[in-house]
Nanobody
């Protein structure tokens, strides 16, 4: 089992920045890559970004590319999401997830472990 705890969410204005953190514990070696997803009220969970723990290779959704940056610490046990130039449409509950697969996936059902989420609200 892998436990994930997100932090860093909050209420900001459009154009501001936030950095989310995801701390993992438990059998962290079983998680090959980590992802961030978000879910706004009434919408499906949406892929945001992912990073491979061993190589640091990253992928992003088109909606955040150039504004958000995913990174990890040296151990790969903490993953970050730096969010710049935030927009009201970025408002959502942001989830961290871990996958046991080496291959990237943008599909939520392919992730094995999830955190409880941290709320990000961007006002206009």
């Amino acid at each position: 089992q892998v436990q994930l705890v997100e932090s860093g969410g909050g209420l900001v204005q459009a154009g501001d920045s936030l950095r989310l953190s995801c701390a993992t514990s438990g059998r962290t070696s079983s998680s090959r890559h980590m992802g961030w997803f978000r879910q706004a009220p009434g919408k499906e969970r949406e892929f945001v970004a992912a990073i491979r723990r061993s190589t640091g290779t990253m992928i992003y959704s088109d909606s955040v590319k150039g504004r958000f940056t995913i990174s990890k610490d040296n151990t790969g046990n903490t993953v970050y999401l730096q969010m710049n130039s935030l927009k009201p449409e970025d408002t959502a509950l942001y989830y961290c997830a871990a996958s046991q697969s080496y291959f990237f996936s943008r599909i939520a059902s392919n992730y094995d472990y999830w955190g409880q989420g941290t709320q990000v609200t961007v006002s206009s």
